[in-house]
C-alpha cells in the first residue's frame, strides 16, 4: 500500500496551496481518508478527514473555512485545498488511510493504517 502526497511549497501568507495524495491501486476505494500535519518540536495533529464517497468530512477548528479536502476515487486521490494559509500553517503534511472505516472519520492518527511519506508547506509572513 502506497500512499504518495505532494504539492508542497513555500507561500506567502493569504496565499493559497493544493495538495495531493495519490493512493496506490492496492488501497481501496472505501476508506476513510486524513490529511494530518507536523510542526517542528509538535506533535502530529488532525486537519481534515473524509468518507470514502466524499459525503462527509471533518476538520480541525483551525483550518475550518479556510480548507477543503476531497477526493476522486477515480483518480484514487484525494486533495487538500489550502486558501488564506497562515504562518502558523507550517508543517509537514501526510496523508493517511483508515482500512477499518468508510463514514466513521477519525481525528487520532493511530486510527489510521497507512501513511504517506509527508509533503512540506512551508507559509512565510
Known amino acids: 500500500v502506497q500512499l504518495q502526497a505532494s504539492g508542497g511549497g513555500l507561500v506567502q501568507a493569504g496565499g493559497s496551496l493544493r495538495l495531493s495524495c495519490a493512493r496506490s491501486?492496492?488501497?481501496?476505494?472505501?476508506?476513510?481518508m486524513g490529511w494530518f500535519r507536523q510542526a517542528p518540536g509538535m506533535d502530529r495533529e488532525f486537519v481534515a478527514a473524509i468518507s470514502w464517497n466524499g459525503a462527509s468530512t471533518e476538520y480541525a477548528g483551525s483550518v475550518k473555512g479556510r480548507f477543503t479536502i476531497s477526493r476522486d476515487n477515480t483518480k484514487n486521490t484525494v486533495y487538500l485545498q489550502m486558501n488564506s494559509l497562515k504562518p502558523e500553517d507550517t508543517a509537514v503534511y501526510y496523508c493517511?488511510?483508515?482500512?477499518?472505516?468508510?463514514?466513521?472519520?477519525?481525528?487520532?492518527?493511530?486510527?489510521?493504517?497507512?501513511w504517506g511519506q509527508g509533503t512540506q508547506v512551508t507559509v512565510s509572513s
Open positions: 491501486k492496492r488501497t481501496s476505494d472505501m476508506w476513510v
Open positions: 493517511a488511510a483508515d482500512r477499518n472505516a468508510r463514514t466513521r472519520l477519525g481525528i487520532f492518527s493511530h486510527e489510521y493504517d497507512y
